[in-house]
């Protein structure tokens, strides 16, 4: 299974990187991250960087799916999982498939498991990001609150254009936004921390307790006030040491 480590430590954790990225979303953050106390496997989605051009289903199942064979590629038979936007509605997947084997969840900025509430005009802008960098460049400026330089959103945008196939980009799009298993959700009982960001408009503190935490017994929140969707790339320190802190044993 491709995947990117880091890490040799005790406390086993695999990352699900979001709708726009790769498995090395999480890098930025890895400068605070301690490899003598942590071992992270940071999955790369089907039809994405190392492994675009790769046959799917690409869907959220079974990007959770793969979580799990990575996990057992690894030797790993508990392991935490975490997730950035729509790969946290994957991690939260995992957790419902695998429950005796996830030990803590963390959301980021995360995908909910129900339906997003997306109009049909919402519904046809993102489906237009499969084929339109300035689409897709829109939509990373609109969920940071428009407040990061148009150079940075352009080279998000650039880049997963360069690192997704656009069938593969497409068809998460349909799982993430429309698959819903929050009646399954509801039996999670993992240790749960959901981080968002303050100038996220979209997945917001009121979002997160309406659904995360209203359904899942042991989810808490923290909210990042100098953060939007991309945590991992505008405060990346701090997301580490929420993180760290989160999984780390005691």
Not at 130 to 136: I, K, L, M, S
Not at 220 to 228: A, H
């Amino acid at each position: 299974m491709e995947a990117y480590r880091y890490g040799n430590g005790p406390v086993r954790a695999v990352l699900i990187h979001g709708w726009f990225g790769d498995a090395h979303d999480f890098d930025a953050m890895l400068a605070a991250i301690d490899p003598d106390v942590f071992s992270l496997a940071c999955l790369e989605f089907r039809g994405y960087g190392e492994r675009k051009g790769e046959a799917g289903p690409y869907d959220v199942a079974t990007i959770a799916r793969d979580a799990v064979a990575l996990a057992d590629e690894l030797g790993w038979e508990r392991f935490d999982v975490v997730g950035h936007s729509m790969g946290g509605k994957a991690a939260l997947r995992v957790a419902v498939e695998a429950p005796g084997r996830v030990g803590k969840l963390c959301g980021i900025a995360p995908v909910w498991a129900g339906r997003s509430p997306f109009d049909e005009q919402r519904l046809g802008l993102f489906r237009k990001a499969r084929d339109v960098v300035g689409v897709r460049q829109g939509i990373v400026a609109n969920t940071t609150g428009g407040r990061l330089p148009p150079v940075w959103s352009r080279r998000v945008a650039e880049h997963s254009m360069r690192i997704s196939d656009p069938d593969a980009f497409a068809a998460y799009f349909e799982s993430w936004a429309l698959e819903d298993f929050a009646r399954e959700a509801a039996d999670v009982t993992a240790e749960t921390l959901v981080i968002l960001g303050a100038h996220d408009p979209g997945i917001t503190e009121a979002v997160a307790r309406a659904t995360w935490l209203a359904t899942l017994p042991n989810a808490r929140l923290v909210v990042m006030p100098d953060s939007g969707h991309y945590p991992a790339n505008e405060c990346p320190l701090i997301l580490a040491s929420h993180l760290a802190g989160f999984l780390a044993p005691g």
